[in-house]
């Protein structure tokens, strides 16, 4: 037995060395030129299309908070927007006096409204001999032109660049309708903006209006 196998490996050791075991061997697959350029050029491709979701993605955050982060199909409306009646109309409210048909979301534009526009029909600016000037007219609009013409006349601001309320005030006096109006001081309030000074003058005439109106009743 030892000396078949010793036969078998002597005989087969020469095969060996000459590479006879394997005469055509199966060769490794080589890659093809560039292959593995495509290959890390995908991965690259992909890391970038993952790139750009994830920048997407921050863009989606982005718009969220560009819409108060509510998200973009979410608005809410402002704070003074007027609600809705049951068929759909918007409530606004309407100045009440007679005549006037300005409109307003809230009560408080409304009262803005009347100190500004409705002076009566009498004008109670105190003339510096301590009557009242008692110009008459037909209408609200009418006297809001009288007083703007005739006692809103000096629209020079002082050295600091501010606007005085003219509003002279004036001594105490009893209306022809028996009303006192109480002594009272010339307003010295200053705004910026002459347009400001002008409304507020315009607001002492209203309230002696509306005192005079309660008093008739």
Not at 46 to 71: C, H, I, L, W
Not at 159 to 183: D, F, Q, R, T, V
Request: aromatic share 6%.
């Amino acid at each position: 037995m030892g000396n078949i196998l010793s036969k078998l490996f002597w005989g087969w050791l020469p095969l060996a060395k000459a590479g006879s075991l394997n005469p055509d061997p199966i060769p490794l697959l080589q890659a093809a030129p560039g292959a593995a350029g495509a290959v890390a050029g995908a991965g690259a491709v992909a890391g970038a299309v993952a790139g750009a979701g994830a920048v997407a993605g921050a863009g989606a955050v982005a718009g969220a908070d560009a819409v108060g982060g509510n998200g973009p199909d979410i608005a809410f409306a402002p704070v003074d927007a007027p609600q809705n009646d049951a068929a759909g109309n918007a409530n606004r409210e309407r100045c009440p006096i007679e005549g006037c048909d300005f409109e307003s979301k809230t009560s408080q534009g409304i009262n803005e409204h009347k100190k500004n526009m409705h002076l009566g029909t009498v004008c109670y600016w105190r003339l510096p001999n301590g009557s009242i000037c008692g110009h008459r007219s037909s209408t609200h609009a009418a006297l809001y032109d009288h007083f703007n013409a005739v006692h809103l006349q000096n629209k020079d601001a002082d050295k600091k660049g501010m606007y005085s309320c003219h509003w002279p005030g004036g001594a105490a006096k009893i209306l022809p309708n028996g009303l006192l109006i109480n002594e009272e001081n010339a307003c010295d309030k200053k705004f910026v903006k002459l347009t400001s000074a002008d409304r507020h003058a315009r607001s002492h005439q209203h309230k002696l209006w509306r005192k005079v109106e309660e008093y008739d009743g």
